[in-house]
């Protein structure tokens, strides 16, 4: 297996690109429960990660009725990239006033029993705070919205560490 850096710019580059729209490559789960982590998804392999078609703790996307949990599921993609030790991408939990563009931000809402949605954060100014973190989403696409304006219970970021093929 051969390791290799996330690449930061291309995954900013298709977000900013995608953020309001649909990639017809790309199968949209809006009206399966949300397309925010399938988003995710796409930004990771437009960053240089190889999917993972391990059949039951894989990362990949074939079709609408062929993919992991990982791709579409906030709960499966915080998993994955955290124990992920086989091919595809891989991460860490950082603490969120650590976060930097290309980070993904996971957060959970107070009528939901665990996380739900994500975030992916193209910009973040000085201080790092809710206000000067802007991010890109579908499920209420979203381009350079400040995660300050989301009303959350909690919330947790994810650093990609690198990408293994």
Same mark, same amino acid.
């Given at each position: 297996m051969?390791?290799?850096?996330?690449?930061t710019? *291309?995954? /900013?580059?298709y977000a900013r690109?995608w953020?309001l729209a649909r990639?017809p490559? @790309?199968a949209d789960? #809006?009206?399966?429960g949300?397309?925010?982590t399938?988003?995710?998804s796409q930004i990771?392999v437009?960053?240089? *990660?190889s999917?993972n078609? *391990?059949?039951?703790?894989?990362?990949y996307?074939r !079709?609408?009725?062929?993919?992991s949990?990982?791709w579409?599921? =906030?709960p499966?993609?915080y998993?994955? /990239? =955290?124990?992920n030790?086989g091919?595809?991408?891989y991460g860490?939990t950082?603490?969120l006033?650590?976060?930097?563009?290309?980070d993904i931000?996971?957060l959970?809402f $107070?009528?939901?029993?665990?996380? $739900?949605h994500s975030?992916? =954060? /193209? $910009?973040?100014?000085?201080?790092v !705070?809710p #206000?000067?973190?802007l991010?890109?989403?579908?499920?209420?696409d !979203?381009?350079d919205?400040?995660?300050?304006s989301y009303v @959350?219970?909690?919330?947790?970021a994810?650093?990609? #560490?690198?990408?293994?093929?």
């Amino acid at each position: 297996m051969i390791t290799k850096p996330f690449n930061t710019q *291309a995954a /900013l580059d298709y977000a900013r690109q995608w953020a309001l729209a649909r990639n017809p490559n @790309y199968a949209d789960f #809006e009206d399966l429960g949300g397309d925010c982590t399938a988003f995710m998804s796409q930004i990771l392999v437009a960053g240089g *990660a190889s999917m993972n078609h *391990a059949p039951h703790n894989g990362w990949y996307f074939r !079709s609408l009725n062929d993919h992991s949990p990982s791709w579409t599921g =906030v709960p499966y993609m915080y998993t994955f /990239l =955290v124990q992920n030790t086989g091919v595809g991408p891989y991460g860490c939990t950082i603490p969120l006033d650590d976060v930097q563009p290309g980070d993904i931000i996971q957060l959970k809402f $107070s009528h939901k029993p665990q996380f $739900s949605h994500s975030l992916f =954060v /193209l $910009s973040v100014g000085d201080p790092v !705070s809710p #206000e000067n973190v802007l991010i890109a989403a579908h499920s209420y696409d !979203s381009i350079d919205r400040p995660l300050s304006s989301y009303v @959350y219970e909690a919330a947790r970021a994810l650093r990609i #560490e690198g990408v293994r093929k």
